[in-house]
């Protein structure tokens, strides 16, 4: 005569999960779910406020238009920069050769500028850099702009 083991008969298996892991553990509420949902929501309205911004007011913005090789000692780089009217800003313009070494470089400085002088209010002006170069230059850029402390 065989008898059966006593443990598999004495709890359902799911009785007997339960107690080892714990319950099944509840799902949120459809409350709870939307206030997740709504905090994403300004969260991510608050970041793209924060990124359109801080974009808008940069202290000084640059946009490259244009370079020329006058010859192999020498290219134009032609270039905008923006900024406040009455700041005075420094920008780093480079040259390059076809492997991309800096062939020539210069810091130049962009003064105040008079208000009446764009239909911008003076924000935006046209500037053009002559850089000596080291070997032929097959490209022209503004590295970067910055203002300048008028305190120092």
């Not at 509840?26 to 970041?47: C, D, M, P, T, Y």
């Not at 700041?87 to 400085?109: L, P, R």
Request: glycine share 10%.
């Amino acid at each position: 005569m065989t008898s059966e083991d006593p443990s598999a008969t004495e709890f359902p298996a799911s009785n007997s999960l339960a107690n080892r892991y714990g319950g099944q553990k509840r799902g949120l509420s459809r409350k709870a779910k939307r206030n997740i949902v709504i905090g994403a929501l300004v969260v991510g309205i608050g970041f793209a406020a924060y990124v359109a911004t801080g974009s808008a007011t940069a202290p000084v913005t640059f946009k490259d238009i244009g370079y020329s090789t006058v010859d192999g000692t020498q290219a134009e780089v032609d270039y905008q920069v923006s900024k406040s009217p009455s700041a005075t800003a420094k920008c780093a313009i480079k040259a390059m050769d076809s492997k991309f070494a800096v062939v020539g470089w210069k810091v130049v400085e962009i003064g105040p500028n008079n208000p009446e002088q764009d239909a911008d209010g003076g924000r935006t002006t046209a500037q053009r850099t002559v850089l000596a170069t080291e070997s032929p230059a097959v490209s022209g850029v503004v590295d970067n702009c910055w203002i300048v402390d008028s305190g120092k």
